[in-house]
Every structure is written in C-alpha cells, then in structure tokens.
C-alpha cells in the first residue's frame, strides 16, 4: 500500500550533540519519495504538534540541512512534556487535519511511548498511519539497543573532561569528584574509565546507580586510594542511591521535580558539594574539590565522535525507509554485528517505549567502585578514531649531590 501525505519529524527530550543527524536524515531521505506531499518539522516536540507549529522542511536547501546536521542540539527545540492519552488523542487530530501519514518521533523511551500511543489512536480509527520512534539519549538506556545515538559523543565528551581532570590532578594532586549525568544507569559515568591510561590513572572510582551507594564504603575506598596514590580522582553518577534506592541527592536538597514528575538531579552542585565535605571532615583531607559537568555533557561543540554522526544519520534514514518503502512501524534499534560494525532492525515499540536498560553486571566491578575491562571493550570503538591520549614523561631521575 502507497500512503500518499506529508511527514512530521519532532525532537523531545534532552538535546545531544547528533540529533540534527537524525532529523536530516529522516527528511532528506523521505523527500526522495513521490508520495510525499510535505515533510514538516514540529517546533518544540509534540507541543508544538498540538500547537500546529511547523515549518516546512521540503522548502529547506539540502546545503543548509547538511549545515544542520553537523550543528548540536535540537534544530527543532524541543519538550519535556510527556503525553498521556487525552494528549495523544490531540496530536492525532492535528494529523488528520493536515493529513499526515509518517511521524517521526527523535527521542528518548518516554518518547517511544508517545509513538506507540499515538499509533494506537490511528488504529483504532482506521487511519492508514506509520509511526516510528528514532532512538536517542546521552543516557543509553533504550532497551534492545546496542547503544544509541547521542551516547557515544556524551561518552567522548566525560572521557576527555576526566583525562584533563588526571593530568591536572597529577600535577597538584589532592580529592577531586567528578558527577556526571545518568539518573537510572551508569553508561555515561563509566565513560570515565577511559582516562585510565598508566596504573596510576584515575578515575580511581566509579561509583553508578546500579549499585547501592554506602557513604562509609565510600569514605573507605577513598582513604584506601588517597594512601596508596596521595591523590584521588571520583566519577560519581548523580543518580546513585542507597539501599532503599533514594537518590543520594534527595537527602541534601528540597524535592525539587521535572516535567516528568522525576527529582531534579541535573543542575545543582550539591551531591559533589555533600560528598566533599564528608572526606574533609571525616578523613581530614583539605584538599578536595568536585565539578559537576551537568549540560555540558550533551551538545558540547567540537567533541562528537565521527561513530555517533554516522549512526545517528543512519537511524533517520532508516526510519523513512521503513515507514515510506516498507510500510511499518515500530522503533529503529541498532545491533552490534562485529567488532566494529552496526545494523538496524525495526523493533515493537512495546519493547523500548517506557522501558530503561542498565549497565550489566559483567561492566561493574564485584566492589562496584569501578568498571571492568569489558566495558571498555564495549565502549573504545564508539569514540571514534580521534579520540585524543595523554602521554607524561618516563625520563629517569638525575642523581641528587646535595641531598644525598
């Protein structure tokens, strides 16, 4: 069956540094298509669907689309809202009324679940209709995905940020913590692990939302890596909990929620602050500080892995292709078929869409204050190419004469 009508691409969630690629490469490829009439772009997310905000992608230069494609962050905005039924139902008329017949939906699986729901409404009225969800999170959580668009970059971004935060250690060493974003699952604080260059390269630890958070373990694994090193480096996600799974941050601030109705994680230094000042006054280390790398991590310019913008294109195109050629639904998930190389198949969005996948067992350590090799394994070729090493000097000492 030959659906002849227009498209409507939309980014939700938070932005990464390659999802323009995505967009591009849903619009580009669905304008090859003459049973495309218009590919519209809906400003901020399904907001802007209900809202009938679009602009009209078929009347964009392909230059300019290429130009947009290698900028970050979401070219089309985007929202937090997270629809429900009645909402859906609102998003579906739009689409009657402008006789939309492809949505592609970029996102994360709060935005799976708004595909599958939508979906369900053009079922139930007999709409000939193809929805597909474009996977995308810093966070790589999507289930059935090997990784997902946005992750790798993200990782590149943590990777270099904690080879900076060594060097700089090494040089004044002292406590330096390290939080980064992953509210559920530790991918992107793993991430860390690859500023493990020489032996005594930190991060030393690694502390994810997968294992229970114990501030006196803590405090010990860091005496023990202080007293070995003189120094310690500390990756901590601003997720991690204790053993009744209450985020570590709850205890230190108000509870304070998003769109989403989850607790503020990101945009508050408190977690580092609270963390530090536990190893200064119960281990008597004074120098201690913590940075929180917050949105930084997401559309950092100048640091993308080539990996991740080519993925990522892929995905969208494949999406139109699925849709437009195939005649499909579901959710592109990407699938690791060699060491390197991708595939994509359509997946149920019953499998992705408000689902989270977490790091597996074999990626943490049994004290679970590090990561393993296999993650690294896992992760190295995502990078790219390019992904820059530190080096320090191996020179022996000269013989001392006067403090012999």
Same mark, same amino acid.
């Given at each position: 069956?030959?659906?002849?009508?227009?498209?409507?691409?939309?980014?939700?969630?938070?932005?990464?540094?390659?999802?323009?690629?995505?967009?591009?490469?849903?619009?580009?490829?669905?304008?090859?298509?003459?049973?495309?009439?218009?590919?519209?772009?809906?400003?901020?997310?399904?907001?802007?669907?209900?809202?009938?905000?679009?602009?009209?992608?078929?009347?964009?230069?392909?230059?300019?689309?290429?130009?947009?494609?290698?900028?970050?962050?979401?070219?089309?905005?985007?929202?937090?809202?997270?629809?429900?039924?009645?909402?859906?139902?609102?998003?579906?008329?739009?689409?009657?009324?402008?006789?939309?017949?492809?949505?592609?939906?970029?996102?994360?699986?709060?935005?799976?679940?708004?595909?599958?729901?939508?979906?369900?409404?053009?079922?139930?009225?007999?709409?000939?209709?193809?929805?597909?969800?474009?996977?995308?999170?810093?966070?790589?959580?999507? $289930?059935?995905?090997?990784?997902?668009?946005?992750?790798?970059?993200?990782?590149?971004?943590?990777?270099?940020?904690?080879?900076?935060?060594?060097?700089?250690?090494?040089?004044?060493?002292?406590?330096?913590?390290?939080?980064? $974003?992953?509210?559920?699952?530790?991918?992107?604080?793993?991430?860390?692990?690859?500023?493990?260059?020489?032996?005594?390269?930190?991060?030393?630890?690694?502390?994810?939302?997968?294992?229970?958070?114990?501030?006196?373990?803590?405090?010990?694994?860091?005496?023990?890596?202080?007293?070995?090193?003189?120094?310690?480096?500390?990756?901590?996600?601003?997720?991690?909990?204790?053993?009744?799974?209450?985020?570590?941050?709850?205890?230190?601030?108000?509870?304070?929620?998003?769109?989403?109705?989850?607790?503020?994680?990101?945009?508050?230094?408190?977690?580092?602050?609270?963390?530090?000042?536990?190893?200064?006054?119960?281990?008597?280390?004074?120098?201690?500080?913590?940075?929180?790398?917050?949105?930084?991590?997401?559309?950092?310019?100048?640091?993308?892995?080539?990996?991740?913008?080519?993925?990522?294109?892929?995905?969208?195109?494949?999406?139109?292709?699925?849709?437009?050629?195939?005649?499909?639904?579901?959710?592109?998930?990407?699938?690791?078929?060699?060491?390197?190389?991708?595939?994509?198949? $359509?997946?149920?969005?019953?499998?992705?869409?408000?689902?989270?996948?977490?790091?597996?067992?074999?990626?943490?350590?049994?004290?679970?204050?590090?990561?393993?090799?296999?993650?690294?394994?896992?992760?190295?070729?995502?990078?790219?190419?390019? $992904?820059?090493?530190?080096?320090?000097?191996?020179?022996?000492?000269?013989?001392?004469?006067?403090?012999?």
């Amino acid at each position: 069956m030959v659906l002849e009508g227009k498209v409507v691409v939309a980014q939700g969630g938070g932005p990464t540094a390659v999802i323009n690629q995505s967009l591009v490469g849903a619009v580009l490829e669905s304008r090859k298509f003459p049973q495309i009439t218009k590919v519209y772009g809906a400003i901020n997310g399904v907001s802007g669907i209900i809202n009938e905000d679009f602009i009209d992608l078929t009347q964009e230069t392909t230059h300019n689309l290429e130009q947009v494609a290698i900028t970050p962050s979401s070219a089309l905005f985007s929202t937090r809202d997270k629809p429900d039924t009645a909402y859906c139902k609102e998003i579906f008329k739009v689409f009657q009324a402008h006789n939309v017949r492809y949505f592609f939906y970029i996102g994360g699986n709060d935005s799976a679940d708004t595909v599958r729901i939508v979906n369900e409404q053009a079922e139930s009225s007999h709409y000939e209709f193809r929805a597909i969800h474009i996977p995308k999170t810093i966070d790589n959580d999507l $289930m059935i995905n090997d990784h997902t668009p946005g992750y790798p970059s993200a990782a590149k971004f943590v990777a270099q940020a904690f080879i900076g935060l060594n060097l700089d250690n090494r040089a004044l060493p002292g406590v330096h913590i390290g939080v980064v $974003m992953g509210r559920n699952a530790g991918f992107l604080t793993a991430a860390s692990s690859i500023a493990q260059k020489y032996p005594d390269d930190g991060p030393h630890l690694i502390y994810v939302p997968e294992r229970s958070f114990d501030i006196d373990l803590f405090l010990d694994d860091v005496k023990k890596v202080y007293d070995r090193y003189g120094r310690c480096i500390i990756a901590v996600s601003e997720g991690i909990q204790d053993e009744n799974g209450v985020p570590i941050v709850t205890k230190l601030i108000k509870n304070e929620k998003d769109a989403h109705g989850n607790i503020q994680l990101s945009g508050t230094g408190a977690l580092g602050d609270l963390l530090s000042q536990y190893i200064k006054t119960k281990l008597g280390i004074q120098r201690v500080r913590s940075d929180t790398l917050g949105y930084l991590q997401r559309s950092f310019m100048g640091c993308v892995s080539p990996v991740d913008q080519h993925e990522a294109r892929e995905v969208g195109e494949k999406a139109a292709q699925f849709a437009i050629w195939h005649n499909i639904d579901g959710s592109i998930t990407i699938h690791r078929t060699g060491y390197y190389s991708v595939d994509y198949k $359509m997946t149920d969005l019953h499998n992705v869409a408000g689902k989270t996948k977490l790091m597996p067992d074999e990626f943490i350590n049994k004290q679970g204050n590090n990561v393993t090799d296999a993650f690294k394994y896992y992760l190295q070729p995502l990078l790219g190419y390019d $992904m820059p090493e530190a080096s320090m000097l191996r020179a022996p000492k000269a013989a001392k004469i006067l403090k012999v």
